[in-house]
């Protein structure tokens, strides 16, 4: 069989699959359908410095070929993730990674100081797309300043693996890409949701409760799969590419394009053990091309 792990930075994974942040729970919610050992890494919820309510229902749609969803990083913030959370996750066999937000770099960087606390969390995976409260509300990832800014202030804080998750809403994300690591990022992770929208047309309304929302799903993976063959050239750091990936297929196609590791998002809401299958076909393909390691394969288009 072909060996399919692989590196970023000093986390080894068993293979190249990890899970999205916010579509797999904290893991422990899809143990009776999958073994979480041998998936090669889970991305948690995401987590920030203080509790958040989320956004108002509803928050989510169905759309073709895809999903909007606008849930606002609910969640009840890092403390309570430390005290409650952790002691359930840390013994799981495999990368638990942490997915960090905030509203200002000194959110951030507090909030990943205080994973940096957890010793069985080795790598955290910065959400970039939330807005700057001190700059108008825009996304700190769409400016290569506002996506250094971050970067910076966390690496300050932050020893372990350190995986920045770009946002492609954005002109050039190649220079995005860059910024962040000239700032000392280890990884970038991409991509994250499009911005779209749904309207009733009965109610005359949006379908979510602010407008908006981040799509996701197989209408995303073309732009992402270009994305992230524009970024794999553009920096010497291991990416990890997402975004529609529904089968083994689409992976290695992300593989091919110059992903380290990928990550599955809403595939896990349609078969909660997807991660298992998209592995073994990711070993199959590999065994039956006579590739001796899933490496012959990355970046090769």
Not at 42 to 70: F, H, S, W
Not at 254 to 277: C, Q, R, S, W, Y
């Amino acid at each position: 069989m072909a060996a399919i792990n692989v590196k970023i930075k000093d986390l080894n994974l068993k293979n190249p699959v990890m899970t999205a942040s916010g579509t797999f729970g904290y893991g422990l919610e899809f143990a009776d359908f999958v073994p979480l050992e041998e998936i090669g890494g889970i991305i948690v919820k995401g987590t920030t410095l203080n509790p958040r309510q989320g956004n108002d229902y509803p928050r989510m749609v169905e759309t073709a070929q895809g999903m909007l969803n606008c849930v606002g990083l609910q969640n009840k913030g890092v403390d309570y993730f430390a005290q409650h959370i952790y002691p359930q996750i840390k013994d799981i066999d495999t990368n638990m990674i942490v997915n960090v937000s905030g509203s200002s770099p000194e959110d951030y960087a507090e909030c990943a100081a205080r994973v940096d606390a957890l010793e069985r969390i080795p790598a955290i995976e910065l959400n970039i797309s939330c807005p700057n409260v001190k700059d108008g509300g825009m996304a700190f990832g769409v400016t290569c300043a506002g996506a250094a800014s971050v970067v910076r202030a966390v690496r300050q804080r932050y020893s372990k693996t350190l995986i920045v998750k770009l946002s492609p809403n954005v002109t050039n994300i190649a220079e995005i890409a860059k910024a962040v690591e000239a700032e000392g990022a280890d990884s970038v992770s991409l991509i994250n949701t499009l911005m779209g929208m749904s309207i009733d047309i009965e109610k005359r309304c949006s379908r979510l409760s602010i407008g908006t929302g981040g799509l996701s799903g197989p209408a995303v993976k073309p732009v992402a799969l270009r994305m992230v063959w524009q970024v794999a050239k553009a920096v010497k750091i291991p990416v990890v590419g997402l975004g529609g990936i529904m089968t083994a297929e689409d992976a290695i196609e992300f593989l091919m394009a110059g992903a380290t590791a990928i990550e599955i998002g809403t595939a896990n809401f349609i078969d909660p053990a997807v991660t298992i299958k998209v592995r073994d076909g990711i070993s199959d393909w590999l065994d039956s091309h006579g590739c001796k390691t899933v490496q012959e394969i990355i970046g090769v288009v």
